[in-house]
């Protein structure tokens, strides 16, 4: 059968079990999990799902890797190299009240399917899953093996792939379909920097301003989009006009509340991921930079301006003195992510940093250190190190060309601060289904996949598998 028939005459199937994907809930529950639902029913289930497909297609080489992963494989058994195909089935939780439908009922609204899972990544696991189904009768011709391996704990912790590694080994080379139909053949390295300081002793026999509380954030890699503080001995008419004033200046919102000599501060900014904090508006450090305006005591002042000066709009590193520029990744990342000051108790700024090959998370904690003597800085890798792969790799030049001879257009290759499973292999690189200037609803309410994309995005597959299929 001819590659255009076969798209032609899988439409329908593939939407369906594409339906009946999306119809799992395979949010992570750990309340639930046990060793046959190592991260809850939902996800083992969706696993479970992909597996049946496989049997009922007549693929003869699958595996179960302890309920986290599975696989699927056409080609020589007996190949020097594994091509990867790494997807994932579990999907982020929901708002179901900012949803406007149910997101495990999969709904069409004219070419959109909405489902939570849509966009990242069961529409395109059904996508590759098909294009493998197309090349099984052919993969006896093939040089290497190919496998789709099936995680199902992307969103959390990657166990899965671990234990599928620990078990079957890693890829040679391949990709992640996740995101967009872009090359990203380098990703920066994640780490967290824990800032620590002292706060000052509770004081309240003095007119000085004294900082009692400061937080912002949960999530290291989320930028804060909301702050709060508590503060003594504020002028409360002359606060209020400075906070208002302030707002207005920055385009932001907040509230200020009184009640005695105490002055409760909440800030809101702007959150985003914090692969791209230059995207958002920090709510930490625009609220220290608000109240480090006041004439606090030694310690408070000093945190207050490293936050509201240093951190402040330090997208890159720059100002912290951690700042590197990389020809192939680019620059360092840098995102404030969870703030935490109490009079009385240690003081915590936490960072999430992203950083190209040649760099180091303690070598960025050196720096800090070195360079503000007075905040202890100490460096949690991530287990994420940069990826690059070499634009002249023929799994880079093999991806480009292909997506050309299909759509006639160029894509391009792509630095990410993000992470896909694309860097868990030497040769390997994420190239998702999602077509350039297509929005993304991945992790958002009402998520949805663009149905106009099957036929162009199961050309560019097929293709791309066959293509890796046979390098050297």
Known sequence: MSEMAFIEENHDAWLTDLKELLAINSIRDDQHADQAHPFGPGPKAALDKMLAFAKRDGFDRTGNVANKAGYIEIGPKDAKQTVGILIHVDVVPVDRELWDSDPFVPKIVGSRLYARGADDMKGSDMLVYYALKALKDQAGQFKNKVRLIIGTDEENDWDDMASYFAAEGRPDLGFSPDGDFIVENAEKGIAHLDLLSDSH????????????????????????????????????????????????????????????????????????????PDEGKNAATYLALFLS?????????????????????????????????????????????????????????????????GFHEHEAARLVSDRFPWITAKAEGDGMAPHLLSSQDPVVTSLLRIYKEVTGKETHLNVSAGASFGRLMPRGVCYGTRFIGQSSTAHQKNEYFHLSNYEPAMKILIRSIKALAMLD
Do not use: C
Not at 234 to 262: P, W, Y
């Open 201 to 276: 002793s509770i004081q309240t026999d003095k007119n000085e301003p004294l900082l009692l509380s400061f937080q912002a954030g949960k999530a290291s890699n989320i930028v804060p989009g909301v702050a709060t503080a508590d503060v003594l001995n504020l002028d409360a008419a002359t606060v209020q006009i400075d906070f208002q004033k302030f707002l207005a200046d920055q385009g932001i919102t907040g509230s200020l509340t009184q009640e005695g000599t105490n002055s409760h501060f909440v800030l809101n900014g702007f959150s985003v991921h914090g692969s791209v």
């Open 293 to 357: 305006q006041y004439s606090f005591e030694k310690t408070a002042a000093r945190w207050l301006d490293f936050l509201g000066h240093v951190l402040h709009q330090d997208y890159f590193g720059e100002q912290l003195g951690i700042g590197v520029t990389t020809k192939d990744m680019g620059k360092t990342t840098l995102n404030a992510g969870i703030i935490d000051w109490q009079a009385g108790h240690q003081a915590a700024i936490n960072l999430n940093l992203r950083y190209p090959v």
